[in-house]
């Protein structure tokens, strides 16, 4: 391996350790608040605990002598305040701007974590040599380690930088880092207090997964009515189509046969007969359809040959156009190309598209000659109906016009296009174009 790929693997790996492990989450206003509350708070502290040492010492300097009688001599000790207090050769004053410039960055602890913890080990060194301010960037060292550990993004960084601050408070305040006693509580109680807060913002972050939770349950159910309402529109078109076109073709079967019962009786019997057939086609397909709705409440049962029989294809086009000659409607179907195996949802919407086309014929261009074909070709299958025009049946007023809208829903599903309208020569043409991916 050369030495220029060991480096940019090196650099890579560097970039993968730094790299951040997803945004900071959002700071509500309240948070902001607290972060200035602590800084401040934590800077008045330091401030009132130097008054009172200075008072200590002149307690101590004012110390009585002790009684040369019997007994033991008076104790005077001062009682030292968490933070040590102004030595006799500094001034007040820039010592109190110096302890609100160790806390200020803690203002900015939650959104800029791993900055603030950099900034008071900065100013930590800047201020060694004021012990009091020393003293107090233990304390915000302190918070801001805390606060990079659990909040900053840059997680590796973050820890590394914490025994970092460790060596470097150890070397800055040597024989000065000693505790005094009454700071214990302070060591103790600030950063339960920042933890406690950090576990308020963690169960707030618990409380709003719950509610995303609920609402993308909600969602999922909402999903699921919609599709159910859509499976139940797919099978309103089915039964659309089963009973639109096969009512429609007995209807004129049994209306023809009423008019030659009499004068040719044979013609009559065979009309009859191909009414019974179309009756016993759309009962078997009404079984079909709505045994989707009644399967799962009912449980399973025997199911006969009709229930079985599977929904109908390209291979059912024959029989398609020969009901419909049958009935006197003057059909021509013709196929080019090379067929291809075709999805069974494809063949059901080529069928049912036909069908629909066949029965609007039936309605709305009585008389009329049709012409189907089917074309396959390289990445689709086309398929047209047109007629060469006709009178309005009886049938025709009860037409609404969903048979269309029912066949554009299902050639969307598939990715098809359908065009129907009238022919500058006379009559309607329904064509549709469906893409169909080649293995």
Not at 95 to 113: A, E, I, K, S, W
Request: charged letters at 20%.
């Amino acid at each position: 391996m050369t030495e220029r790929a060991l480096l940019g693997r090196l650099r890579a790996g560097v970039r993968a350790l730094t790299r951040p492990a997803g945004p900071l989450p959002p700071l509500p206003l309240r948070g902001q608040v607290f972060d200035a509350v602590l800084a401040l708070g934590l800077g008045i502290a330091a401030i009132q605990a130097g008054d009172e040492g200075i008072q200590n010492r002149a307690r101590l300097v004012n110390c009585p002598l002790p009684d040369p009688g019997p007994g033991p001599a008076p104790v005077c000790e001062p009682v030292w305040p968490p933070f040590l207090p102004v030595d006799e050769g500094q001034s007040a004053g820039p010592t109190t701007l110096l302890l609100l410039l160790v806390v200020l960055p803690l203002v900015f602890r939650r959104r800029y974590p791993l900055g603030v913890l950099w900034i008071v080990l900065a100013l930590a060194t800047a201020v060694s040599e004021n012990p009091a301010a020393l003293r107090l960037s233990f304390f915000a060292c302190v918070i801001a380690g805390y606060t990079a550990a659990v909040f900053s993004p840059y997680r590796l960084p973050a820890l590394a930088s914490l025994p970092v601050a460790a060596v470097l408070h150890n070397t800055l305040q040597s024989d000065a880092s000693s505790v005094a006693d009454s700071a214990v509580p302070y060591l103790i109680l600030l950063p339960i207090a920042v933890a406690a807060d950090g576990l308020r913002r963690w169960k707030h972050r618990a409380d709003e997964g719950q509610a995303r939770m609920a609402v993308m349950a909600h969602e999922q159910a909402e999903a699921v009515r919609r599709a159910t309402e859509h499976e139940r529109a797919r099978i309103a078109r089915e039964l659309h189509d089963v009973v639109t076109h096969n009512v429609s073709v007995m209807v004129i079967q049994a209306g023809g046969a009423r008019k030659i019962m009499d004068s040719a009786p044979e013609q009559a019997k065979e009309a009859l007969l191909a009414v019974e057939a179309s009756g016993r086609s759309a009962m078997t397909e009404l079984r079909h359809v709505m045994g989707l709705l009644t399967m799962q409440a009912e449980g399973p049962e025997p199911a006969s040959d009709a229930d079985l029989a599977p929904q109908p294809g390209l291979d059912g086009l024959d029989g398609l156009v020969q009901r419909m000659r049958d009935t006197g409607v003057p059909i021509e179907l013709t196929r080019s190309g090379h067929r291809m195996p075709l999805p069974s949802g494809v063949e059901l919407t080529v069928y049912r598209l036909v069908q629909e086309a066949l029965t609007n014929i039936v309605k709305h261009a009585a008389g009329a000659s049709v012409r189907v074909t089917l074309a396959y070709g390289d990445d689709d299958v086309q398929v047209e109906v047109a007629d060469t025009g006709g009178r309005s049946g009886a049938a025709a007023a009860t037409g609404a016009g969903r048979g269309l809208i029912g066949l554009r829903e299902r050639l969307a599903v598939y990715g098809g296009v359908l065009q129907a309208g009238p022919r500058l020569s006379g009559g309607y043409r329904v064509h549709a174009r469906i893409p169909v991916e080649v293995s």
